[in-house]
């Protein structure tokens, strides 16, 4: 067979296997996405973080601004204590009102002539001090209260006497007079004119004027009074011969009769040594009790002031704020604050939380100190 008849073969072989109702495209080079499929997924969320972005801008701005608030605010000591100064000769009794951080006397109050301020105590707001006062002479055998006010720069602003009603006999130890947090009862440890043990202990509402009053039968004088923050538990020191006792009475269900009857003891103090002030905790489970004690003929005991703390529920210490090891001197006052954190003393500030730093600015240089 001939070359041309084996093409033409050929070739009709091939046209055989096309199909005639079938279409068959060309093929064609695959098409590249474009920019706006490839940015698709990586667009979405940053359009997401950018609106809620957005949201919270236009919340912050429309709201008002809030200064940012500490979790655990740390409490401020009082602005102000008021220190009372006995009068000697020619000189008033008088009533300074001094700053805590400096000690710097800011205003004086003098009593008049004739007349002895003997304890001072403050109002919770620390603008608002009660005093009482006496005649010199001791007659008549009862103490006055009086109330200075202060304005924010520590300024007397009002001094007035309170128609409250008298204290039967004087206020003769320091820390003799508390008020309550709300300024309402003012409790007081009252006394003989002539210096003498306070042997009652009182209670004066400050608006009607009504009292209640516990006596005292044993050999003991009542002082450093200081109450809870609800007002409804009162502590105070027994003075003993030979050592100290603090004690609480619940005012709000005592009936009048004798101290000792009314009220219960919370820690008594060793032989020979002194209970100097108790004053409760924020929480009013525990108490702060300063105590000293005298340093022994043979040179064997030191000493120095001890700040305990003692559980109201249980009656034991429970921990050592300061050792006499911290301070050697004795404690002629101890007044707490209205926070319970610090406490006032003869002898400086006492921050419970450093214990340890005693701020001089807090001396009180007189007879009796307090705070709000």
Not at 249 to 256: I, L
Request: proline fraction near 6%; charged fraction near 25%.
């Amino acid at each position: 067979m001939r070359i041309e008849d084996r093409l033409r073969d050929a070739l009709r072989a091939t046209a055989d296997t096309i199909d005639d109702d079938r279409y068959r495209p060309l093929p064609e080079r695959p098409r590249r996405p474009s920019l706006r499929a490839r940015l698709a997924p990586v667009l979405a969320p940053l359009a997401v973080v950018i609106l809620l972005v957005g949201f919270l801008a236009a919340r912050q701005w429309s709201e008002p601004d809030e200064p940012e608030r500490p979790q655990h605010p740390p409490a401020a000591m009082p602005k102000f204590f008021a220190a009372l100064k006995e009068g000697t000769g020619d000189t008033r009794s008088r009533l300074h009102v001094r700053e805590s951080g400096t000690g710097r006397v800011l205003d004086t109050f003098r009593a008049p002539w004739g007349i002895t301020l003997q304890a001072v105590t403050t109002t919770a707001g620390g603008q608002t001090f009660l005093a009482t006062s006496r005649p010199v002479s001791g007659k008549p055998c009862a103490s006055s209260i009086h109330r200075v006010r202060v304005n924010g720069e520590g300024k007397i602003i009002q001094n007035e006497f309170l128609n409250a009603g008298n204290i039967r006999g004087g206020t003769n130890e320091s820390g003799s007079i508390a008020v309550t947090p709300d300024g309402r009862h003012l409790a007081y440890a009252a006394g003989t004119c002539d210096g003498g043990d306070n042997t009652e202990l009182g209670i004066i509402d400050l608006e009607t004027g009504r009292q209640r009053v516990w006596k005292e039968t044993g050999d003991a004088s009542l002082g450093n009074l200081s109450w809870s923050r609800d007002g409804e538990r009162l502590f105070f020191v027994r003075h003993l011969a030979e050592s100290g006792e603090a004690r609480m009475m619940d005012v709000s269900n005592a009936q009048e009769g004798t101290v000792g009857d009314r009220s219960e003891p919370l820690w008594r103090s060793d032989r020979d040594q002194s209970v100097r002030g108790v004053v409760p905790d924020a929480t009013g489970g525990k108490v702060v009790v300063a105590t000293f004690q005298g340093a022994s003929r043979d040179g064997k005991q030191r000493q120095g002031s001890e700040v305990l703390e003692i559980a109201v529920d249980t009656r034991r210490v429970v921990g050592r704020v300061l050792s006499r090891r911290d301070l050697p001197h004795r404690f002629d006052i101890f007044q707490p604050d209205v926070t319970g954190r610090y406490i006032l003393t003869s002898e400086g500030i006492i921050d419970l939380h450093f214990p340890t730093v005693v701020r001089e600015s807090g001396k009180t240089h007189g007879v009796d100190a307090d705070w709000g």
